[in-house]
């Protein structure tokens, strides 16, 4: 006779929240990744775009503008669509932002 089989079951975190922990850390990595990308490329843009030291200003002003936007629409997308949905959008739609620049031939920066 043979015992009953139970269904397998996929491994539990060690302690609870690990994956949760894990995947905050990979986020972090990724916009650390995208702002040192541009933060690098900073000098090279003015550069090859001839810009004052003023529009630069204006243009990083900008991103802190934006960030403060979208942090009021982002509390309403995340109770309507959940927290995991619109983390994996805003990531994939901040790394495709690196690939216009990259795109411009005067632009080699």
Same mark, same amino acid.
């Given at each position: 006779?043979? /015992?009953?089989?139970?269904? !397998?079951?996929?491994?539990?975190?060690?302690?609870?929240?690990?994956?949760?922990?894990?995947? %905050?850390?990979?986020?972090? #990595?990724?916009?650390?990744? #995208?702002?040192?990308? *541009?933060? !690098?490329?900073?000098?090279?843009?003015?550069?090859?775009?001839?810009?004052?030291?003023?529009?630069? @200003?204006?243009? %990083?002003? /900008?991103?802190?503008? @934006?960030?403060?936007?979208?942090?009021?629409?982002?509390?309403?997308?995340?109770?309507?669509?959940?927290?995991?949905? !619109?983390? *994996?959008?805003?990531? !994939?739609?901040?790394?495709?932002? #690196? #690939?216009?620049?990259?795109?411009?031939? /005067?632009?080699?920066?």
């Amino acid at each position: 006779m043979t /015992a009953p089989s139970t269904p !397998v079951q996929p491994p539990a975190p060690d302690r609870p929240g690990e994956a949760a922990r894990h995947a %905050l850390s990979v986020i972090f #990595l990724i916009n650390g990744a #995208l702002f040192a990308t *541009w933060a !690098v490329n900073i000098p090279g843009i003015r550069d090859a775009l001839d810009l004052s030291e003023a529009q630069i @200003g204006a243009a %990083l002003l /900008a991103i802190g503008l @934006g960030s403060l936007c979208s942090m009021t629409l982002t509390g309403g997308w995340t109770a309507r669509y959940g927290s995991h949905r !619109v983390t *994996w959008i805003a990531a !994939v739609l901040c790394m495709l932002t #690196l #690939l216009p620049p990259s795109w411009r031939p /005067a632009c080699r920066c």
